[in-house]
């Protein structure tokens, strides 16, 4: 069975592209595509080397054996599957494209709005994309451009892909049953076009997850790996009153993140981010790091502070875990409140290693590189170190002999013992940005087409 589909043009060959590609990851399989021509052909093969996807498409002669289903295709697409190269905003550009080439007198705008749309944001150059633009170098405007503004068009449905902030404009033709559940804003007319263009090009300040030192070193971690752009503004300000600055600058002050990257604002925030994602992101170190020797140290914590009943240890075995079992001459030292984030990047940094559970400075430890040993009890570790380096216990007993062992002393580990940590899966660059494809493996109906209705 092969598949075809009516239109051969850059939009429609993008949304089933992705449709195909959501379906050979839902069954695992590659599914076969038709081209209609060796121009397309070459289109699909492009699309394909563009796109991060696990689905794979083997291509067919043609004809095919079978019309791509409606749904799937348009009104109930997932989310598109993210470009290779992701987008940054790091330029002052607008992408720009008002010709979109099918039923273009319903879609586009009227030729006496063409200026007024490519001229509202001084400051910024707006860069038209698509003809005569490669596709190549449409997608790396895309990808530096602040924004995307455009009528219904093939390049509209690049953007989903890139993950540029974009905006619609709808005129005589409904614009919601051709873009599924990408994410867009929908402008009804060239005056709401211009209004929320200027919106979206006002500054993006965020705020942190919560109020907790964790929750603010992954907030600026995620801030700094780049995918936010250049510089992030990060509020200092919490739930309107609470003031975590001070935090924020000592956090600051001991990673080795580049200046001006992270700034810490007085304005309130106007954005957030899906928390999960913080806690994937691969940390950026600290300026002062770990390095192997005599230290005749252990740091410890075992205090976390959210959901403390699942994850810190009970009574009998914190009392076991601060009890006299380090070989004679090492001392145990406790990180965190009161000391300040430099003093437990220096104890961590002259430590042979950190035992604690999900907690603040655990995460602290990852940046600095001390080996270290965390107790999972009723919540998962992976959910909040993912791709970190670190020891799982499932014990305090366990935590002690895995220690000492490290420490020349080899101790008999429990029969209770935790097996070792599945190896994390990479983190899918879509998953970093919080844009794209985030229901990949969800179950798609290729059977009978449903509509969803359109917007009000």
């Keep these: 069975m092969s598949y075809g589909w009516f239109g051969v043009g850059l939009g429609d060959t993008w949304a089933t592209v992705n449709a195909l590609l959501h379906e050979s990851v839902r069954t695992g399989t590659s599914v076969a595509v038709a081209p209609e021509s060796p121009d397309h052909r070459a289109l699909i093969e492009k699309i394909l080397a563009l796109l991060d996807s696990p689905g794979s498409l083997q291509l067919t002669p043609w004809p095919p054996t079978q019309e791509v289903p409606w749904a799937p295709r348009w009104t109930d697409s997932a989310p598109y599957f993210p470009t290779k190269q992701r987008w940054r905003g790091d330029k002052p550009w607008v992408a720009v494209q008002f010709d979109g080439r099918s039923s273009s007198w319903l879609k586009n705008p009227p030729p006496a709005d063409l200026e007024r749309l490519q001229s509202w944001a001084p400051g910024y ?71 929320l263009g200027r919106k979206a090009l006002m500054p993006r300040i965020y705020r942190a997850h919560h109020s907790h030192f964790g929750d603010i070193f992954v907030t600026i971690q995620l801030l700094a790996s780049g995918h936010y752009g250049d510089p992030v503004l990060l509020s200092r300000w919490q739930n309107g009153t609470e003031d975590l600055g001070p935090l924020m600058h000592a956090i600051l002050d001991v990673l080795d993140i580049p200046a001006g990257r992270v700034v810490i604002v007085d304005e309130r925030p106007t954005d957030g981010f899906e928390a999960s994602l913080a806690w994937r992101v691969p940390f950026m170190p600290t300026k002062r790091r770990w390095r192997p020797g005599p230290h005749k140290r252990i740091a410890v914590q075992f205090d976390g502070r959210s959901v403390a009943e699942l994850k810190n240890p009970p009574p009998d075995q914190l009392a076991e875990l601060m009890g006299d079992w380090l070989p004679a001459g090492y001392t145990m030292t406790t990180i965190g409140l009161p000391r300040t984030v430099q003093e437990d990047v220096d104890i961590l940094a002259t430590s042979n290693a950190f035992i604690g559970c999900d907690s603040g400075m655990s995460h602290l430890c990852h940046s600095v590189g001390t080996p270290c040993f965390l107790l999972e009890y009723r919540m998962p570790l992976e959910l909040t170190h993912s791709g970190k380096a670190y020891t799982r216990c499932g014990s305090a007993a366990e935590a002690i002999a895995r220690v000492r062992t490290l420490l020349g002393q080899p101790t008999a580990l429990p029969a209770s013992a935790a097996p070792p940590p599945p190896k994390p899966a990479p983190l899918p660059q879509n998953e970093v940005t919080g844009v794209g494809a985030q229901k990949d493996l969800e179950r798609i109906a290729w059977t009978k087409p449903r509509l969803r209705k359109t917007r009000a």
């Design 125 to 195: 150059e707006f860069k038209p994309v698509g003809a005569p633009l490669t596709l190549d170098e449409t997608v790396d405007t895309l990808i530096h451009a602040r924004l995307f503004l455009g009528s219904c068009s093939g390049c509209s449905h690049v953007a989903h892909s890139v993950g540029i902030p974009t905006v619609i404009i709808e005129y005589d033709m409904p614009i919601t049953p051709w873009h599924g559940r990408n994410r867009y804003q929908l402008a009804r007319g060239t005056d709401h076009a211009i209004l």
